[in-house]
């Protein structure tokens, strides 16, 4: 006769799993950004991904804009050729992103 054998309880019985941010913190990782995961204004009113084309290389690529610290002109490097891109960010009356520009800085 065969004689099973049981498993010693868990001692992680208790405990909860940590949030991503936690362990991000942990690591000393910078945060991801995940537009799906998290839960706050609807694009278009506060933050959200902008695909935009470089004007250097030509490549298309998504970049976050965030509108709550109102209209601005900021320069970010390219994602694909790494030259610096001047963005200029417009917004509406309602603070929702009204027009984006880039050109060569």
């Known amino acids: 006769m065969k004689r099973l054998h049981s498993?010693?309880?868990?001692?992680d019985a208790g405990k909860v799993a940590p949030a991503a941010r936690d362990i991000d913190a942990l690591y000393g990782l910078e945060p991801v950004y995940?537009?799906?995961?998290e839960s706050?204004?609807?694009?278009g009113t506060a933050a959200?991904?902008?695909t935009?084309?470089?004007?250097?290389c030509g490549e298309r690529f998504e970049t976050f804009v965030d509108t709550?610290?109102?209209a601005a002109t900021y320069i970010e490097d390219c994602q694909i050729c790494c030259q610096p891109i001047e963005f200029e960010l417009k917004?509406?009356?309602?603070g929702?992103?009204?027009g984006l520009t880039v050109r060569r800085s």
Not at 52 to 56: D, E, G, M, T, V
Not at 91 to 94: Q, V
Request: aromatic content about 6%; glycine content about 6%.
């Open 40 to 43: 706050g204004p609807a694009p």
């Open 96 to 98: 929702a992103c009204a």
């Open 48 to 50: 959200a991904f902008h």
């Open 52 to 56: 935009i084309q470089c004007p250097y």
């Open 68 to 70: 709550e610290t109102g």
């Open 91 to 94: 917004l509406d009356s309602h």
């Open 7 to 11: 498993r010693p309880p868990s001692t």
């Open 34 to 37: 995940e537009p799906a995961a």
